[in-house]
């Protein structure tokens, strides 16, 4: 892309009373818009990868079962190989959560990239249930690249007003990668799935046309860079020389440096950070968002798509038919979830859908024990028809929006040790759910699982409308002085 050229703007008589004097606009406001969706792109093609790769077990598994002369794969493997993805990330979210902040944003996403790429290739070769369970647990890197990494560079690269946006977006392509493994699987041979894998890893060495990350240019020190890569990505306008001010102006303090750049403290600085209510705080928001997200279900419903049909409708060709249906509606809404994210405010759609998705579960609940105790006979075209409707008010909200939140709330000089324990705790609750749903199935039955997840996300939903801040168009530094002011009227 070809530089802009900017005109000077004097920041400080931008942050005047009057913002009209002394101000000039870049002549081509369009261009940071398009740089921003270059970065995007690049960074959702991770979760649209990772997504791919962690359906391929929904149809693989199945496909494996049926070949002749095919190692036997028991119901304890089959639930290893579907939560060995969230396992596997759990040591990489040490590693990457440190290579983010030594190396920078841009250079821990090339390294992630290349493996990804890697990875690919290997996973077209695998043919028994081990290989199968080395390369899921080898599917973590990227994985927990996408929890840390991924979700800090949207965070940081995207401006206020698009934020929202593009945090919503990682997520619902990541359902968009489950579908597309799914539709794969169900019409073809799995192997098509790493091919196209690969194909879509190729788009990712734009990574060598990003700049760094402002902020993290501007957390050692690197104020003349910050400058350009924040102008690089977010222009020379009003709003954004606000928040470049504000940035520089939060670092340029020789504590904030000094935190940043102290190797020889950090463990201490970690045990001083846990104790901060500026930072417990936002953590706690960010540990209930994550929580609602997983508790809802909806992931279980995603890798367990086919079983958890079948044990309602009984009926496999139902099953793999009911499973698309399910994943297109899903991807559709998370995408409508995404316009409706830029109308409404964060808070009016996070409860309204969820309430939804609430009254839905306990439907299903409900109607599946009702059917279970025969009271009367299933109807297969309810039992769709309630999952449909679960999976369209989720997704558009408590989906994109619970595991996004965090990347706003958490605070700027911290959001290493943040981004660390939050990943820990995705990583843990959905490796968890993963692994321990075969045994839900069994012995709590679908009514039980849904009533399960209906009560968990109730308890999410009444602790969030408590906690939660607005955060619609509210710079990273805004959100931050909020639990500032909070904590000071607290006292």
């Known amino acids: 892309m070809a530089a802009c050229e900017y005109k000077q703007v004097n920041t400080k008589e931008v942050i005047g009373d009057d913002v009209s004097l002394n101000y000039q606009e870049d002549s081509c406001s369009w261009k940071p818009f398009l740089r921003q ?36 794969i028991t119901d304890e493997m089959a639930s290893w190989i579907s939560s060995g993805c969230s396992y596997g990330a759990l040591p990489w979210v040490f590693i990457h959560s440190a290579a983010v902040s030594v190396f920078g944003r841009k250079y821990t996403s090339a390294s992630t990239f290349v493996y990804i790429t890697v990875i690919s290739i290997a996973f077209y070769f695998c043919n028994t249930p081990k290989h199968l369970l080395i390369f899921q647990i080898s599917l973590g890197a990227p994985y927990s690249a996408a929890l840390t990494v991924s979700i800090t560079i949207l965070a940081e690269y995207a401006s206020p007003k698009y934020r929202g946006i593009f945090l919503g977006l990682k997520v619902a392509t990541l359902y968009w990668g489950i579908w597309v493994s799914n539709a794969i699987g169900t019409f073809f041979h799995w192997k098509y799935i790493p091919v196209f894998g690969f194909v879509c890893s190729l788009y990712n060495l734009t990574v060598f046309l990003w700049p760094e990350s402002p902020l993290w240019l501007a957390s050692k020190g690197r104020f003349e860079e910050c400058k350009i890569s924040h102008r690089w990505l977010k222009g020379t306008g009003k709003i954004a020389e606000i928040e470049l001010e504000n940035l520089i102006s939060t670092y340029s303090k020789a504590e904030s440096l000094g935190e940043e750049t102290n190797g020889n403290k950090l463990a201490l600085k970690f045990f001083k950070t846990l104790i901060k209510k500026s930072f417990y705080r936002p953590l706690l928001v960010s540990f209930l968002s994550i929580a609602m997200y997983n508790l809802s279900g909806k992931i279980i419903c995603s890798i367990y798509a086919i079983e958890i049909i079948k044990k309602i409708s009984d009926s496999e060709s139902t099953a793999y038919v009911a499973m698309l249906i399910l994943d297109g509606v899903t991807v559709f809404s998370m995408y409508f979830g995404c316009l409706l994210i830029k109308l409404l405010r964060r808070r009016t759609l996070l409860f309204w859908s969820s309430s939804i998705s609430i009254i839905f579960l306990f439907a299903l609940s409900i109607y599946l024990y009702l059917v279970n105790i025969s009271i009367f006979n299933e109807n297969k075209i309810v039992s769709i028809l309630l999952l449909v409707g679960f999976s369209i008010s989720v997704s558009c909200g408590p989906v994109i929006m619970s595991v996004s939140l965090y990347g706003e709330l958490v605070p700027m000089k911290h ?53 939660l801040p607005e955060t619609k168009d509210k710079t990273l530094q805004e959100i931050e002085d909020y639990f500032k002011d909070v904590n000071k009227n607290s006292k």
Request: aromatic content about 20%; glycine content about 6%; charged content about 10%.
């Open 37 to 72: 969706i270059l970065v995007v792109s690049g960074t959702c093609t991770v979760y649209f990868i990772c997504g791919l790769y962690m359906g391929a077990p929904t149809v693989y598994l199945p496909q494996l079962r049926k070949e002749p002369n095919s190692t036997v």
């Open 415 to 467: 959001k290493r040790e943040a981004t660390v324990l939050i990943s820990l705790f995705f990583i843990f609750l959905q490796s968890s759910l993963l692994k321990n749903a075969p045994f839900i199935f069994k012995y709590f039955k679908m009514h039980g699982m849904f009533l399960f997840f209906g009560v968990s996300m109730t308890t999410c939903w009444f602790l969030l409308y408590k906690y």
